[in-house]
């Protein structure tokens, strides 16, 4: 009966801990819900999104017809003379001429796409930066594995070790040694614990939401090798990376300012239409009856000011250093994708040597040494420093996945393509 009352407290205790366990355990963030969730909260983004906004109001604005101008008035034909007064009203609107609402309205649509491919290419931007973020924060999540299996390794070591010194198999000095390293291992998991930490709340820059540093990542290092060719990469990248058709939209910018610039060198036409009421003059000299009349007007302004064409030249000036600039990023866009592409190789290559047994060696060493420790066949400083290097390797390992998953990453960014998924 004492037996089973002590096995049921046991059950009872080992409940409790694995719940605490669970109550611990964190929601995970996956990739694909991060990206989406940065795509709808991230506030730089929804800032950009007005600027489409007001281009697009913008050219309703460019399609208005001047307003007309109406006018109204009186005159006192002669004051203490009996003259009698004039009240008339009148109408002016300026006709303009030369196109000009037409050249307003295509630049203000041209200036509307601008905006809309400019988002285009901040989503691009944003979209591998916080794809950066996630994978920083997917290391540091496996570095502390990394120290956390580290120190657990020392800890039970530390413990047998103070067991074997109890049983006089080993000296003091030697149980204090692993002790002491435990204890150290210890504080590199707290500090491992602060940089995930860390690497989480960088994340909630993208998303707008602290709370975010609850949750935990997850992904698979193995996914980002690709096969590419360098030929099909410049292809992609220079007809479809945002901000070259954006240079390019800004050459047609540059065009249609131009078009409005020849447009307003064209003079508009002010007409005019009114009515009068002459009211009678009872003046003895000249008495008159009561009189209405309707009048019409044409003004046509002297356009002095086009023999200076300063406007014109300023445009067509812009539109040749759009043209310059569209040629000065299309070069550079096949610098940065054969870059890209270089560094993406290379990290390739570094990872194809840890999946060439490194990380089973050193584990095997590790192993290997730890046993015979155990068995009083090799010293505590060995197992140390097996120790140190199997962590070293692992950390080499994790730095080389990252490596390599930026570097897909840049080279994505860099050749305007996105298939990112983890």
């Known amino acids: 009966m004492k037996i089973r009352t002590h096995f049921i ?71 203490n003379k009996n003259m009698g007064y004039v009240y008339g009203t009148s109408i002016g609107w300026t006709l303009e001429l030369g196109g000009k609402r037409k050249a307003r309205i295509n630049l203000a649509k041209n200036q509307s796409e601008l905006s809309k491919i400019q988002l285009q290419d901040f989503f691009r931007n944003l979209r591998a930066d916080a794809t950066l973020g996630y994978i920083e924060a997917l290391k540091s999540k496996a570095l502390l594995e990394v120290q956390q299996d580290s120190y657990e390794n020392i800890l039970q070591l530390a413990k047998s070790d103070s067991i074997r010194f109890r049983l006089g198999t080993i000296s003091l000095i030697t149980s204090k ?32 939401d602290n709370a975010v540093t609850e949750r935990e990542v997850s992904g698979d290092f193995n996914a980002f090798n690709r096969n590419f060719s360098v030929d099909d990469l410049l292809i992609k990248a220079l007809n479809e990376r945002a901000d070259l058709l954006a240079a390019r939209q800004n050459t047609q910018v540059a065009k249609s300012q131009i078009s409005l610039e020849k447009a307003n060198r064209k003079i508009d036409l002010g007409i005019n239409a009114g009515a009068e009421h002459h009211t009678e003059a009872t003046n003895e000299i000249a008495p008159s009856p009561t009189v209405n009349a309707v009048k019409l007007g044409l003004s046509i302004p002297l356009k002095f000011s ?117």
């Open 9 to 79: 407290i046991l059950s009872l205790a080992l409940s409790n801990i694995a719940g605490m366990v669970k109550a611990q355990e964190k929601e995970l963030l996956r990739f694909d819900e991060f990206l989406g969730l940065v795509g709808k909260r991230n506030l730089s983004y929804a800032a950009q999104k007005y600027n489409v906004n007001i281009t697009e109001a913008s050219v309703q604005t460019a399609g208005m017809f001047p307003d007309p101008q109406l006018e109204a008035e009186t005159v006192n034909n002669g004051v």
């Open 177 to 208: 040694q692993s002790k002491l390293e435990a204890a150290s291992l210890l504080n590199e998991v707290y500090q491992a614990e602060s940089s995930e930490q860390q690497a989480l709340t960088g994340l909630s820059v993208f998303l707008s």
């Open 306 to 422: 086009n023999r200076r064409n300063a406007g014109l030249k300023i445009a067509e000036m812009v539109h040749s250093q759009a043209e310059v600039e569209y040629q000065q990023i299309e070069q550079e866009i096949r610098t940065e994708v054969i870059q890209a592409y270089q560094q993406y190789r290379a990290t390739q290559k570094q990872l194809k040597q840890f999946h060439n047994g490194m990380l089973t060696e050193a584990k095997s060493i590790l192993d290997g040494i730890t046993y015979s420790y155990k068995r009083g066949e090799s010293s505590i400083l060995e197992v140390l420093n097996a120790q140190r290097t199997y962590n070293g390797i692992r950390k080499d390992y994790y730095q080389a996945l990252t490596d390599n998953a930026v570097a897909l990453i840049e080279l994505e960014r860099k050749a305007g393509i996105w298939d990112i998924d983890f």
